[in-house]
């Protein structure tokens, strides 16, 4: 069995080696990834428990955590440069409660996989060069997400792993969307967490043979004595399944019922020291992290400017659309636009179709504003695309994917 050796010092031979047959490795990127999932699963099918099985079919996930292992070895000779995006994937790590003793699994499998897919061309030279680099490269990450552990157990009532948590409330939010009031079943006190945060939620659905963890965005302000997030059903399209853990939330968990959730985290959230006019852009169920920040910006800086531009297609799937509105009512400094692409009759909207640059022209006070927004893969991109050409510097623009991260 090949072996990742524990924190070498990296010798010139070695950075060599890994720095000349990035390359190749990258070149098979897709077969190597392919294997090793395979691999890792065979070997390890208690993984199951932890890898979104969606994200493997759909092929998204698997060439992440190849890709970034391939992109790092490129800086194995100045790690520190990888670090902001090492913190980036280890929000989503601590949140998944990946633990250091699993790093030797991942690089063990990765190596065998390189080997297989390479054959001859992998000579043993390369192959020990590569666990090397893979284990300061998995150093790295072991660093950076103990911190975070015990950041959030330090927290008053923080907690590593999962806590139980009891469904205090459900509400139906629109045709699609439904929230979930979460208090601790153990009666103890919740973290303050940031607006823009998000839990994992371990859904141990019966009958199914491993547990699905999926990400969601506290939709309210922190400082409650429950949390509260907001989940759309996806519902089968065509030839694709429903979604797993939406629909059991929809359709089996009921009030009463327990989830076990990790702690808050992420690396997008407001910044509640800035006073420019704040800009909360959503699409679809992209609103919940935006409602969290809405109803933090209200009661924390009551001076400040927010423009909460929600898309949607209609009223139908409109979710908490009651909520802005009351919120609309009683803080003068927010400003709310609904833009809906397909309104049905005696809908009441701003805009027809999708976003323009030119209707954020004509709504927003300027480009100086702090932008903030999450939604569909195509809305993201056409909205960062839209402020750069509006000249807004890339430190106002914030966004988050709900999913695995991808270049917009
Ligand atoms: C940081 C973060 C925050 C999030 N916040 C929220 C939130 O606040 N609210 C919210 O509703 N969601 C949120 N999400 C998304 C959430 O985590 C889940 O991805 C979502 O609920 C779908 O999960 P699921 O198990 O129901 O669907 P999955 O089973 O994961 O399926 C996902 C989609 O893929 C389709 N699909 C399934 N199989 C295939 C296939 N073979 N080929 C092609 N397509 C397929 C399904 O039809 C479905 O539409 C967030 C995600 C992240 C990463
Ligand atoms: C150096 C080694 C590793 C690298 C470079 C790496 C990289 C990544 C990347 C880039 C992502 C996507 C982040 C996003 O959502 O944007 C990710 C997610 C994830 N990683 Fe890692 N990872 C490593 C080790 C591990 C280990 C040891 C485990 C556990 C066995 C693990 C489990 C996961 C899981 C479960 C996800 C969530 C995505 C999904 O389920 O589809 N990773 N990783």
């Given at each position: 069995m090949i072996t990742t050796q524990e924190k070498p010092a990296l010798d010139q031979k070695t950075i060599d080696t890994v720095k000349a047959t990035?390359?190749?490795?990258?070149?098979?990127?897709?077969?190597?990834?392919k294997r090793f999932y395979q691999l890792l699963f065979q070997n390890h099918p208690e993984l199951k428990n932890i890898f979104n099985q969606t994200n493997q079919r759909k092929g998204r996930q698997p060439k992440a955590l190849a890709n970034t292992v391939y992109a790092a070895a490129q800086y194995i000779d100045n790690l520190e440069a990888i670090v902001p995006v090492v913190k980036q994937i280890a929000h989503k790590h601590r949140s998944l409660n990946i633990k250091p003793e699993q790093y030797p699994i991942v690089?063990?499998?990765?190596?065998?996989?390189?080997?297989?897919?390479?054959?001859?061309?992998?000579?043993?030279?390369?192959?020990?060069?590569?666990?090397?680099?893979?284990?300061?490269?998995?150093?790295?990450?072991?660093?950076?997400?103990?911190?975070?552990?015990?950041?959030?157990?330090?927290?008053?009532?923080?907690?590593?792993?999962?806590?139980?948590?009891?469904?205090?409330?459900k509400v139906k939010e629109s045709d699609v969307i439904t929230s979930f009031y979460l208090k601790p079943e153990d009666g103890g006190l919740l973290p303050e967490f940031k607006p823009g945060h998000y839990i994992t939620v371990k859904a141990e659905i019966p009958g199914e043979p491993?547990?699905?963890?999926?990400?969601?965005?506290?939709?309210?302000?922190?400082?409650?004595?429950?949390?509260?997030?907001?989940?759309?059903?996806?519902?089968?399209?065509?030839?694709?399944?429903?979604?797993?853990?939406?629909?059991?939330?929809?359709?089996?968990?009921?009030?009463?019922?327990?989830?076990?959730i990790s702690a808050p985290g992420g690396d997008f959230f407001l910044d509640t020291e800035n006073e420019k006019p704040l800009v909360l852009l959503s699409g679809g169920v992209g609103q919940t992290p935006m409602l969290s920040m809405l109803n933090t910006v209200v009661e924390k800086q009551p001076n400040r400017p927010v423009y909460f531009i929600h898309a949607a297609q209609n009223s139908a799937v409109h979710g908490l659309k009651k909520e802005v509105q009351n919120l609309t009512n009683a803080h003068t400094q927010v400003n709310a636009y609904t833009c809906y692409s397909t309104p049905q009759a005696?809908?009441?909207?701003?805009?027809?179709?999708?976003?323009?640059?030119?209707?954020?022209?004509?709504?927003?006070?300027?480009?100086?504003?702090?932008?903030?927004?999450?939604?569909?893969?195509?809305?993201?991109?056409s909205l960062k695309q839209s402020l750069a050409e509006w000249n807004v510097p890339d430190e106002q623009i914030h966004y988050e994917f709900f999913g695995p991260n991808i270049e917009l």
């Open positions: 990035v390359p190749v490795l990258a070149e098979h990127g897709e077969s190597i990834t690089g063990e499998n990765l190596l065998q996989a390189i080997k297989d897919t390479l054959g001859d061309q992998a000579t043993d030279e390369i192959i020990t060069a590569w666990g090397k680099a893979y284990g300061v490269i998995a150093d790295v990450f072991i660093e950076v997400e103990q911190e975070m552990y015990h950041e959030v157990s330090r927290q008053t009532g923080g907690w590593t792993g999962f806590r139980n948590f009891t469904v205090a409330k491993y547990n699905h963890l999926r990400q969601y965005s506290m939709s309210d302000a922190p400082g409650k004595d429950y949390f509260r997030i907001s989940v759309k059903r996806e519902d089968s399209i065509e030839d694709h399944p429903e979604g797993v853990v939406s629909n059991y939330l929809h359709k089996q968990v009921e009030e009463g019922d327990i989830l076990p005696g809908d009441q909207y701003d805009y027809e179709g999708f976003v323009t640059l030119d209707w954020l022209m004509e709504i927003l006070p300027s480009n100086d504003c702090d932008f903030y927004f999450c939604g569909p893969e195509g809305f993201m991109r």
